[in-house]
């Protein structure tokens, strides 16, 4: 079955600092990549989305990701981040086929500190 | 243009009583997921509607249950409501065949 493994449940890191969030996917077929972003007591919101084409994505916010077909991973930076970048990260995939649904990490906080 | 809207936005409610959570999508959009995020067990997909059909559904009981009407609008029921039921429930819509949902902000159920 498809999953999506997002190993750090916790990432702290000073104001302006890089950041990289780490999401690795198991798949044998083609798939769809996503990052959302959830804000405390907010739904989600789609930061970015690789569906083919070049591997390098970049979103909202700054923010960008890049796909590793080999490395089956999709991680997720920002050159500088901000107090207000503080929030839940959700990296998620549609496996390639007839179904559109969307399986999500386990998430990883981003708390960034000044 | 106006989100994904859910109602209502907090509900609390019995062990055992019945709750119907809704959503209206984006305007245009066909497709309705619903998510169940509660603590400590993430985002689990429940159910996709398309065009008024149920197309896919996740692990869960029969007692979580759903519709879309005409108008694209879905409602999620749950029967017999259990402790482990407290979570926020998130709706998303979509095109159909695009990828990449608009989410709307939630409910927060809470059963006591």
């Known amino acids: 079955a498809q999953s999506v493994t997002q190993l750090d449940s916790q990432v702290p890191v000073f104001e302006e600092a890089p950041v990289e969030l780490r999401c690795n996917y198991s798949s044998s077929v083609s798939v769809y990549l996503f990052w959302y972003v959830q804000y405390p007591n907010q739904g989600l919101q789609l930061l970015l989305k690789y569906l083919s084409g070049s591997t390098l994505v970049k979103g909202i916010n700054g923010f960008e990701a890049e796909f590793n077909k080999s490395q089956t991973s999709f991680h997720l930076r920002k050159p500088s981040v901000h107090i207000s970048d503080t929030a839940e990260y959700f990296c998620?995939?549609?496996?390639?086929?007839?179904?559109?649904?969307?399986?999500f990490g386990t998430g990883t906080l981003l708390a960034v500190q000044p | 243009e106006a989100g994904v809207t859910q109602s209502p936005t907090h509900l609390i409610k019995t062990r055992g009583q019945q709750v119907t959570l809704r959503c209206s999508p984006i305007?245009?959009?066909?497709?309705v997921y619903w998510y169940q995020q509660a603590l400590g067990l993430g985002l689990q997909f429940l159910l996709w509607?398309?065009?008024?059909?149920?197309?896919n559904r996740g692990n869960f009981p029969p007692r979580f249950s759903g519709r879309q009407f005409p108008n694209y609008s879905s409602e999620l029921n749950v029967n017999a409501l259990e402790l482990e039921d407290s979570a926020l429930y998130l709706c998303?819509?979509?095109?159909?065949?695009?990828?990449?949902?608009?989410f709307g902000s939630g409910t927060r159920l809470t059963v006591v």
């Open positions: 509607y398309d065009e008024g059909e149920e197309r």
């Open positions: 998303a819509s979509s095109l159909r065949d695009t990828y990449g949902y608009t």
């Open positions: 305007s245009g959009h066909t497709s």
């Open positions: 998620a995939v549609i496996p390639g086929g007839a179904t559109n649904k969307l399986i």
